[in-house]
C-alpha cells in the first residue's frame, strides 16, 4: 500500500486530502486507481501532472514499478512563461 502526497490543485481535486492510500504497483494503476475514487482529478491528469518517486520526476513513463517503501508525490502542471 501507497501512501501518496498531493500537493496544491491537486488536493482540492481529492476532496482536501493531504494525502492518500492507494493499493498500486505501476504509475498508470496508481493513476487509474486515483481517478476512480475521486473523479476530478482527470482534469489535472488531461493538462499534466508529475509523479515523484523517492525525489526523482517521472512525467512519461507510466509503465514504471513502485520499490518497497517509495515515497510518492503528485504534483500539478506548472505553468511557465
Known amino acids: ?3 501518496v502526497s498531493l500537493t496544491g490543485s ?3 481535486a481529492a476532496n482536501g486530502c493531504e494525502s ?4 498500486a504497483q ?7 486507481k486515483l481517478v476512480e475514487r475521486y473523479p476530478r482529478l482527470q482534469s489535472h491528469l488531461d493538462e499534466g501532472i508529475a ?4 525525489g ?3 512525467r512519461d513513463n507510466r509503465d514504471l514499478s513502485f520499490p518497497d ?3 510518492v508525490f503528485l504534483l500539478p502542471r506548472i505553468q511557465g512563461g
Do not use: F, P
Not at 51 to 54: D, G, L, Q
Open 20 to 23: 492518500v492510500q492507494i493499493d
Open 51 to 54: 509523479v515523484s518517486v523517492n
Open 26 to 32: 505501476t504509475i498508470r494503476e496508481l493513476l487509474r
Open 1 to 3: 500500500m501507497l501512501t
Open 56 to 58: 526523482e520526476i517521472y
Open 10 to 12: 491537486l488536493r482540492d
Open 69 to 71: 517503501g517509495a515515497e
